[in-house]
T-cell receptor
Framework: DAGITQSPRHKVTETGTPVTLRCHQT?????MYWYRQDPGHGLRLIHY???????DKGEVSDGYSVSRSKTEDFLLTLESATSSQTSVYFC????????????FGPGTRLTVT | AQRVTQPEKLLSVFKGAPVELKCNYS??????LFWYVQYSRQRLQLLLR??SRESIKGFTADLNKGETSFHLKKPFAQEEDSAMYYC?????????????FGTGTLLAVQP
């Protein structure tokens, strides 16, 4: 599992509240990613990071922000949750030591009511 | 435009039948393609990549640049193959290297 964990694994929140999801890795990978998974859309990139304090937007970044203050943690924040952000969120790392593959965390199921 | 297309949302086959999950891509450079698998409510796992040209769990995939395809095949499906399968394209851009996923195909293997 490339040492990737996500917390919380499940969360129910109300519309308008801020929510922060955490991705933690133990193997010192430089590149980290946040995706959302929705039926009919597959996985879509929200934000990614290519180093501490270095982040950039993906294809569906509106309503989301990220922070990476240390190598092992990549935080995804929904500034004011909406029902359209109900989804499963996956974090991933890119392993550049071998074949450049991405490895995924277990996912966080977020429901916004 | 960089894009991955998986035309089938659902593919249902019987155990022992051959399986082919279709994937087509659009990419201006030299493509690097992957297949990921997601078993029920689990994390995505890398199944195979075209560069390694290996067979994992009996699955193979060949890159056809002429047809811009990377179809996933298995000669005899097993019930444990039931899962969601995603084709993905690696788009290079320096620091902005990223995977572009297709919408996925749910493979259901019936007993």
């Amino acid at each position: 599992d490339a040492g990737i964990t996500q917390s919380p694994r499940h969360k129910v929140t109300e519309t308008g509240t801020p929510v922060t999801l955490r991705c933690h890795q133990t193997e010192n990978h430089r590149y980290m990613y946040w995706y959302r998974q929705d039926p009919g859309h597959g996985l879509r990139l929200i934000h990614y990071s290519y180093g501490v304090k270095d982040t950039d937007k993906g294809e569906v970044s509106d309503g989301y922000s990220v922070s990476r203050s240390k190598t092992e943690d990549f935080l995804l924040t929904l500034e004011s949750a909406t029902s359209s952000q109900t989804s499963v969120y996956f974090c991933a790392i890119r392993d550049t030591s071998g074949g450049d593959e991405q490895y995924f965390g277990p996912g966080t199921r977020l429901t916004v009511t | 435009a960089q894009r991955v297309t998986q035309p089938e949302k659902l593919l249902s086959v019987f155990k022992g039948a051959p399986v082919e999950l279709k994937c087509n891509y659009s990419y201006s450079g030299s493509p690097e393609l992957f297949w990921y698998v997601q078993y029920s409510r689990q994390r995505l796992q890398l199944l195979l990549r075209h560069i390694s040209r290996e067979s994992i769990k009996g699955f193979t995939a060949d890159l056809n640049k002429g047809e811009t395809s990377f179809h996933l095949k298995k000669p005899f499906a097993q019930e444990e193959d039931s899962a969601m399968y995603y084709c993905a394209l690696y788009a290079y851009g320096g620091a902005t290297n990223k995977l572009i996923f297709g919408t996925g195909t749910l493979l259901a293997v019936q007993p």
